[in-house]
């Protein structure tokens, strides 16, 4: 049971115009939310993150928003560079689990074509 | 450089051999995590420390594989009698018990390929 899902394999987006990763989930346990960024033969780095408590939250050009009526989150980065290129994941935590274990999405491929 | 480091970075193995990797995470972090990703997965719980004491494991930590983190400190991951299912990349992460609890640092990986 896949509880963290990214629907998007892949995703292609023009240098300079916005991008845009879905992430959906179906534990209505999970309470914080995070992105990271993944390039080839490297761990992943963390990105931006977002408290349930919020329905968005900015950091430069990347913005996350939650609707969690829908169980849906959304990355947005403006403008979209070419070293946004790379596997972008989202991931799910639930504040009552001590561990603060992650639960994955299976990751989008961002292309930023110049 | 003061992030997680993971040695070795690549490891080849014929099955049926024993592996151990290791994982020195950020100093001040008292949690750690072993996580394994397959191509085309995020990555998936295996288990998990606060200081040296192992707080959980995943169902998928067979009995092959264990884990350590003697005096708190660094970690090492030791999987015995290797299978081609093994094959994986191993990432290692820390944080804090503090502030931002939930962000998780992580390392390059460990890339197994067991023949």
């Known amino acids: 049971d896949q509880q963290v899902k990214q629907n998007s394999p892949s995703l292609s987006v023009q240098e300079g115009r916005i991008s845009i990763l879905n992430c959906d989930y179906t534990n209505s346990m999970f309470d914080y939310f995070l992105w990271y960024k993944k390039y080839p033969a490297e761990g992943p780095t963390f990105l931006i993150s977002i408290s349930s408590i919020k329905d968005k939250n900015e950091d430069g050009r990347f913005t996350v928003f939650l609707n969690k009526s829908a169980k849906h989150l959304s990355l947005h980065i403006v403008p979209s560079q070419p070293g946004d290129s790379a596997v972008y994941f989202c991931a799910a935590s639930k504040t009552r689990d001590s561990n603060y274990q992650l639960i994955w999405g299976a990751g989008t491929k961002l292309i930023i074509k110049p | 450089d003061t992030g997680v480091s993971q040695d070795p970075r690549h490891k080849i193995t014929k099955r049926g051999q024993n592996v151990t990797f290791r994982c020195d995470p950020i100093s001040e972090h008292n949690r750690l995590y072993w996580y394994r990703q397959t191509l085309g997965q995020g990555p998936e719980f295996l288990t998990y420390f606060q200081n040296e004491a192992q707080l959980e494991k995943s169902r998928l930590l067979s009995d092959r594989f264990s884990a350590e983190r003697p005096k708190g400190s660094f970690s090492t991951l030791e999987i015995q009698r290797t299978e081609q299912g093994d094959s994986a990349m191993y990432l290692c992460?820390?944080?804090?018990?503090?502030?931002?609890?939930?962000?998780?640092?992580f390392g390059p990986g460990t890339r197994l390929t067991v023949l």
């Open positions: 992460a820390s944080s804090s018990t503090s502030g931002r609890r939930h962000e998780q640092f």
